[in-house]
């Protein structure tokens, strides 16, 4: 069947994650059910990886394979008709039936938004931290990510994940105006792995934590990082890196405050 | 009785408007509740003007009048604890009691956010048209605003308003990604009549109305702008001038698409 590239883009707050499930509101569930509606008939949906509940997307990426006599642009625009307000298919494009969603994914980025005051607009996409925070402090603890580390202090048990081996290729903290903006890149990223970085780099900034025990956590199992999960309505998957694109570029904020 | 000036952010979306109701969610509203919560007492708040039902502020003002120990900066916080998720007090300030929030003001400035595309994360700030604007003639068009005209056309009939002559400093249109974005800078608007412009200057994007039609509708009282009033989502009451500053900078949009 000809297969077809989706780029999606999702406001996260209403639903639980993007993995379809039978008693849950989510993503991937909202986009089968606009495809059936556009397609009366037989295709397939597979996405680039899962994201939390409560996490959104800029840039999520799925395959689509559906035989339709549709340009790319129609599909696109067809899907849209169909999907709720808060998820939109960026780009359609034809590819190859070999292309993979997933496995032909090479890297990850992910965005997080921290702000330092109460924002009455983008309270949905940040999260809102009144203690004061140390960024150089984050920025040298965030430096111990990068490489290749064992993640399984940062990750919940997840019965399809084989290794907890993973490669951090990037982890950038930047201050933005009230913002602290965190953009982290690797190969890929196991469950909760982001937002526990991220609530582990906060207590850096206030302190309570310091780049040892990053590096601890890296080296032994720590029951530590888990209590410290970051809420998600500050996560984005920013981008799903399938050649060899440079993964950087400006952190650009979501929400200007 | 000591005079405090507020700076107020909202997400206008589920109120109706700022000024008071009795039946009604406005933002006045929810600020004299908080009021009451933190002062339990006398007090007296007061707004520069008000904005329309579902109009958002990055810098509406008020004064209050309220006798109390606490600093500025305490006041702010307090109000804050009191008021919704989408309703922020940004700063406060002790003023002289001759301040007045409305007759000092000198000039206000709003913004206007249309958006290209669909947008999944944006769309309670924007307003999405699907066809292609001209741009260049919405510039052109939006440069016979400027100057002391009579707004009547691009108001609706309002009691409490004695004139509908206005002296509209400037009304600048700008392409930032996917988002247009309109700022104009005027001693003080009439009801509805950002929204009229903007709905009008929609029109010449889309070639249905040309720079002649605006000059006319500035001319001789006109139905066509009331017909086309732009939704409040895309707007932003975005500051209240007091002194002589410059009323320019660039224009910033407030979700990055």
Redesign the interface.
Known sequence: MPRYKLTI???GTRYSGWQRQKNARTIQGELVKAAQTVFDGEFELYGSGRTDSGV?A?GQTAHLDVRTMLAPNIICMKL?DELP????V?YAEKVSPRFHARHDAKARSYLYQISR?????G?R?VWWIKDRLNIDAMRQAANEFVGLHDFRSFTADDPDEKSTKVSVESCRVESAGDLILIRTVGSHFLWNMVRRMIGSLAEVGRGTLDVEDIRFFLKKKSDVPARLTAPPSGLFLEKVYYDSDVHSGEI?????I
């Open positions: 883009e999702y406001e959104h800029l849209n307000a808060d998820i939109a960026r005051r109460r924002t009455a607009l309270k996409y650009c904020p979501v929400i200007n």
